[in-house]
């Protein structure tokens, strides 16, 4: 048994010795090692890392087909000398079934959609997606997703597949559908202003923790024997209880204004707030609101509490960021010492 467990951590040691960091650049102005992210995915091999710089330009769709860890500059970057995010279309997740892909991880891209290949659908386990703006929707595709940190402009279908764990996001305008799985987590998220629809469409069996509804409505369709413990909704219409019919659960706050720390929100029914000036204005709780420090867990309600705490509006990584690179003397005699000015600071 020890020389199994000596060989398995020799393994480790081998697979972490041998992972790569590639680079990306479609800005002729800050070349990488490729200027386009499906060279660099082609290139990468299993358990490799992605650095894509921020470009006036968009990178387009592409297909991700092996375990991999892709980072961009953000949604919203700010702080830096030219603020470029990092923005694509489509990513089609794509198994080739023979081998089913067991990790990959999205971090800091303002994204279409997050969708499988024709047939791979369940093929695709243990998928991270965080701090990113999701335009459109994200398609779960396997077992052990998690999705935390991000601006959701649309639907996540969770297609009935288990261990799912939705976390500190802002739902504008968007919903959940299609499960039936009790290891459903929808816990501390934002939903705001979203009255065309049910904000749970087919969800049955899932766990609604800590999260603020502040909604033109709170109603759900074919959604029944979900626990809502926690919650808060505020909103100007009649659908606004808390658990709805045919759901079960304990210390919601429903009709209940959370009181956000900025006075100027718009309150549900008598306006709303364009997706792109969310960040000015704060989401944080009041030291009076009913939900602080009323989470199950203790935290706040809503996306400043709970596992996640919300990390602000810029989507940039929890990685160091260089903010100033400058040469202070460009031109320079032989022998002599050529000065270089660096500002970086850490997330």
């Known amino acids: 048994m020890k020389k199994y467990t000596f060989l398995l951590y020799l393994l480790q040691i081998w697979y972490i010795g041998e992972a790569k960091i590639y680079t990306v650049s479609n800005n002729v102005s800050a070349p990488a090692q490729y200027n386009s992210l499906s060279a660099a995915i082609s290139a990468a091999s299993y358990g490799d890392t992605i650095y894509v710089m921020g470009s006036q330009s968009s990178y387009g769709d592409f297909i991700v087909n092996k375990k991999l860890t892709i980072i961009g500059t953000g949604y919203d970057v700010s702080g830096t000398d030219y603020n470029l995010s990092v923005t694509v279309g489509t990513i089609t997740l794509d198994s080739t079934l023979i081998a089913p892909i067991d990790g990959i991880t999205l971090v800091g891209i303002n994204f279409y959609r997050v969708n499988y290949a024709s047939g791979d659908r369940g093929y695709i386990d243990n998928v991270i997606i965080k701090n ?3 335009r459109w929707d994200i398609i779960v595709c396997g077992r052990n997703w998690t999705i935390y940190n991000n601006i959701i402009d649309g639907p996540i279908d969770i297609g009935n597949y288990p261990n799912v764990f939705i976390t500190n996001n802002i739902f504008y305008k968007g919903q959940i559908i299609n499960s039936n799985q009790s290891s459903v987590f929808v816990i501390n998220n934002l939903f705001i202003y979203y009255n065309n629809s049910y904000f749970l469409d087919n969800v049955k069996n899932s766990n609604i923790y800590n999260n603020i509804f502040y909604d033109n409505r709170v109603s759900v369709n074919n959604s029944t024997s979900n626990v809502f413990n926690n919650n808060i909704s505020y909103n100007a219409s009649l659908d606004y209880l808390l658990p709805p019919a045919g759901n079960s659960g304990t210390n919601n706050f429903q009709q209940t204004d959370p009181q956000f720390v900025s006075l100027n929100i718009p309150a549900p029914g008598s306006g709303s707030i364009a997706i792109a000036n969310l960040k000015n204005y ?33 989507g940039m990584p929890n990685l160091p960021v260089i903010e100033k690179f400058y040469i202070k003397n460009p031109i320079t005699h032989k022998d002599s010492t050529l000065k270089i000015f660096i500002k970086a600071r850490i997330q």
Do not use: E, H, Q
Not at 299 to 309: E, W
């Open 132 to 134: 990113c703006m999701v």
């Open 282 to 314: 704060n989401w944080r709780l009041r030291t009076t609101s009913p939900g602080k420090n009323a989470g199950t867990d203790g935290t706040d309600i809503g996306i400043y509490g709970g596992p996640y705490p919300w990390p602000g509006f810029t």
